[in-house]
């Protein structure tokens, strides 16, 4: 079965640069999550999008934004990086009230 | 501040014993309860959803709810070390739009 899928798995930047990261969840889900995930913590929720459009919000920084374009992919923007947004950063999506996690992709900011 | 709570562990039980990993949460108009398992580094798998109150079997897993108690458990049967992850308790907020609120994880290690 088709699964979610994020890229980059893995992404390196350093303080005050930008990153992009991108989710492409599973066909025909309409709602797409972002979550972030410290060392050692559990997933916070950021944002959330149904049918393209914004909505929820969580704790998500203003340097931070996201979209969801037409085809349903997501990418989640991030700008003027610091080094506690080092984390495991995981897209899922849901068709209804079960969701299902991308395999992450691990931001590191030196 | 909605709150899920789980005993971080580590739970050890031997191969072939009965995990039991327990979850309470704050918010009574809750309607939607799920376990996922994560291994280090890896992303949460989705195990089980309950909805109602009772038991919900699926193979050697059962989540047990109780709305009133505002508990929910899962009990992992014949565990095995390939059992040994973070098990993640999420409750649906019901104040938003379908977002999830995660406990902090309990850890099983079963051992041979």
């Known amino acids: 079965a088709a699964g979610v899928i994020q890229s980059p798995r893995h992404l390196i930047k350093e303080k005050r640069e930008t990153a992009t990261l991108k989710c492409y969840p599973i066909?025909?889900?309409?709602?797409v999550y972002w979550y972030q995930q410290g060392p050692g913590q559990d997933p916070q929720f950021l944002i959330s999008?149904?049918?393209?459009?914004?909505?929820d919000k969580g704790s998500i920084p203003d340097r931070f934004s996201a979209q969801q374009f037409s085809d349903y992919h997501s990418e989640l923007n991030m700008s003027s990086l610091e080094l506690g947004d080092s984390a495991l950063y995981f897209c899922?999506?849901?068709?209804?009230?079960?969701?299902?996690f991308g395999p992450g992709t691990r931001l590191t900011v030196l | 501040q909605k709150e899920v709570e789980q005993n971080s562990g580590p739970l050890s039980v031997p191969e072939g014993a009965i995990a039991s990993l327990n979850c309470t949460y704050s918010?009574?108009?809750?309607?939607?309860f799920f376990w996922y398992r994560q291994y280090s580094g890896k992303s949460p798998e989705l195990i089980m959803s309950?909805?109602?109150?009772g038991d919900k079997e699926d193979g050697r897993f059962t989540a047990q709810l109780n709305k009133a108690s505002q508990y929910v458990s899962l009990l992992i049967r014949d565990s095995q070390p390939s059992d040994s992850a973070t098990y993640l308790c999420?409750?649906?907020?019901?104040?938003?739009?379908?977002?999830?609120?995660f406990g902090a994880g309990t850890r099983l290690a079963v051992h041979p």
């Open positions: 899922a999506s849901s068709q209804g009230n079960e969701q299902f």
């Open positions: 066909p025909r889900h309409d709602t």
């Open positions: 999008f149904y049918e393209k459009m914004q909505s």
């Open positions: 918010d009574r108009v809750s309607q939607s």
């Open positions: 309950i909805y109602s109150n």
């Open positions: 999420a409750v649906k907020d019901s104040g938003g739009y379908n977002k999830l609120i």
